[in-house]
């Protein structure tokens, strides 16, 4: 497709099941990102990838989170033994790393929602 | 730290207002971005506008233009003579210039809904 895509849309799980997010990027761009929004909050940065390694791993809030990308295209976070407060919309967002005259834009997807009960 | 501040929950117009949303930032960082991102019902945020630090120019687009005052460390966001589809979230961010990669810190939104 044109735009970047995620699944599932929606997800609900119980306390405890593990969880798996798919972001599936514009095709060539080598920039990838992991943003998580939750109600009434902005959106948290989580992780970035530029090809298949992950430089900045800063925002993943706990070691249950985890992400990998394959092939510098798809990539897939992970939540283990999810909880209550795991509950949020997940943001996938791909760009061109910034150049010089680059706009910058970053290219987000429609997100998953995950409802943790 | 980087922090975005908008203070504005939300913000209701009858159509053909104009209205201001406002973006206030803070950073230690002397280069960095200021970012605008619309985000629709649908859910995906739509890039709207980046702005560095080093360009004071405010800009004009269609209806939508943008007052950056470094002085006051603010970014505000005007839209003149509004329409129902102006309706959504809107974010501020910010971005160190010299990360070589747009790790955004965004502000909680400000909702504006345009009534017809």
């Known amino acids: 497709g044109a735009g970047v895509s995620q699944s599932p849309s929606n997800k609900v799980t119980e306390k405890g099941k593990d969880v798996e997010l798919r972001c599936d990027p514009i095709?060539?761009?080598?920039?990838l990102y992991w943003y998580r929004q939750s109600l009434g909050q902005g959106l948290e940065f989580l992780i970035y990838f530029q090809g298949n390694s992950a430089p900045d791993k800063s925002g993943l809030p706990s070691d249950r989170f985890s992400a990998e990308r394959t092939g510098g295209s798809v990539s897939t976070l992970t939540i283990q033994r999810t909880q209550q407060e795991d509950s949020a919309v997940y943001l996938c967002?791909?760009?061109?790393?910034?150049?010089?005259?680059?706009?910058?834009?970053?290219?987000f997807g429609e997100g998953s929602r995950l409802t943790v009960l | 730290a980087q922090k975005v501040t908008q203070a504005q929950t939300e913000i209701s117009v009858v159509e053909k207002e104009d209205v201001t949303l406002d973006c206030v930032y803070e950073?230690?960082?002397?280069?960095?971005?200021l970012f605008w991102y619309k985000q629709p019902p649908s859910g995906e945020l739509v890039f709207l506008i980046r702005r560095n630090s080093f360009d004071e120019q405010n800009e004009i687009s269609g209806r939508y233009s943008w007052n950056f005052q470094k002085s006051t460390s603010s970014f505000n966001f005007t839209i003149t003579a509004s329409q129902v589809v102006d309706s959504a979230v809107y974010f501020c961010a910010l971005t160190e210039m010299n990360t070589g990669f747009q790790k955004l810190v965004f502000g909680t939104g400000t909702r504006l809904l345009v009534s017809p």
């Open positions: 950073t230690r960082d002397t280069t960095y971005y």
């Open positions: 967002a791909s760009s061109i790393p910034a150049l010089a005259g680059d706009t910058g834009e970053l290219f």
């Open positions: 095709s060539g761009h080598t920039a």
